[in-house]
């Protein structure tokens, strides 16, 4: 990874990953939803769209002029006479998700948060707009400064010499991050969402006032996640194929959330966010068993150590 070709200890990666999405995700993200915003106000809703592809073009011909091709410290058997070879690299990642529980857990983590939060991605906007006009520019910025917060938590939780380990504070995220998607489904069905619980002051509604607290909350999990499983794949999953197994997982994920927004009419929001809720109980039980594994595999080192010292 570039992250060693530049000689940089392995034990920066945690605090490299919270910068990464302090700075790079959440900073940045926050300027575009500001900026966004300003564009809506003055040239209408299409407007972002067309500044999004300037932006888009610019940081593909910055990418192209000075990134080089990162193959993951391919090795000799992992290069063709026709280049790299990307169904042996695929043939690999498929045995190792299949043989390393570890790996598959991960994955399926990733691939259950992901899933989540993309459908989170299509589905704020109406959660919100209970009757009110908001500032979607205006709230994406505050998403994205919760995001910062958690990614600088995270930083504090993933640095050297931290008691915190990842394995079993990502189990109270997951389960944290389900309740604040779950929030919607319970304004809904208390029927809080209705007209008549508008704030007088400020007409905009307890329901959209409830709604972009939890949001805001989900958003901070959210950039705890990042750099916390960012940790995670690095330890656990080998570095020449990681990508390669990241990307299995994303096939699954993608056609998942493809299904669910092509039928996102068919369902009320309140039945997507509890879906999204489940999937994130869901992940949590995994970090629980893939806790449970890691263990297990450090005993069993540790036994095989001192057998070895004793003979």
């Given at each position: 990874a570039e992250h060693f070709k530049r000689g940089f200890e392995a034990d920066w990666l945690g605090s490299v990953f919270s910068q990464a999405v302090f700075l790079g995700n959440g900073l940045m993200a926050i300027l575009a939803g500001l900026f966004a915003q300003t564009v809506v106000d003055l040239f209408?809703?299409?407007?972002?769209?067309?500044?999004?592809?300037?932006?888009?073009?610019?940081?593909?011909?910055?990418?192209?002029?000075?990134?080089?091709?990162?193959?993951?410290?391919?090795?000799?058997?992992?290069?063709?006479?026709?280049?790299?070879?990307?169904?042996?690299?695929?043939?690999?990642a498929f045995q190792l998700i299949r043989a390393d529980k570890k790996i598959f857990l991960l994955g399926l983590m990733q691939s259950l948060f992901e899933g989540s939060m993309y459908c989170f991605v299509f589905s704020w906007t109406p959660a919100l707009s209970y009757g009110a006009d908001i500032p979607h520019g205006m709230i994406f910025a505050c998403f994205m400064v919760s995001c910062m917060v958690g990614s600088a938590l995270a930083g504090t939780l993933l640095q050297e010499g931290s008691p915190h380990r990842p394995e079993k504070y990502m189990q109270s995220v997951f389960m944290a991050a389900a309740g604040c998607l779950f929030v919607p489904v319970i304004v809904s069905r208390l029927g809080i969402a209705d007209g008549d619980q508008v704030s007088h002051d400020d007409h905009i509604p307890l329901a959209t006032k409830l709604s972009l607290l939890a949001f805001c909350a989900f958003e901070c999990l959210v950039g705890v996640f990042w750099p916390s499983m960012m940790s995670l794949r690095s330890r656990y999953v080998p570095e020449n194929i990681r990508s390669t197994i990241i990307n299995c997982f994303r096939i699954p994920l993608n056609l998942f959330v493809c299904l669910v927004l092509s039928n996102v009419s068919l369902m009320p929001l309140s039945a997507v966010f509890s879906m999204c809720s489940f999937f994130l109980v869901l992940a949590a039980l995994c970090m629980v068993q893939f806790d449970a594994t890691v263990g297990e595999i450090q005993v069993v080192s540790v036994a095989g150590s001192a057998t070895a010292a004793a003979k």
């Open positions: 209408g809703p299409v407007a972002p769209f067309d500044a999004a592809a300037a932006v888009l073009l610019v940081g593909g011909l910055v990418i192209a002029t000075t990134w080089g091709e990162n193959y993951g410290g391919a090795s000799a058997g992992e290069v063709t006479g026709d280049g790299y070879d990307h169904m042996g690299q695929l043939s690999k």
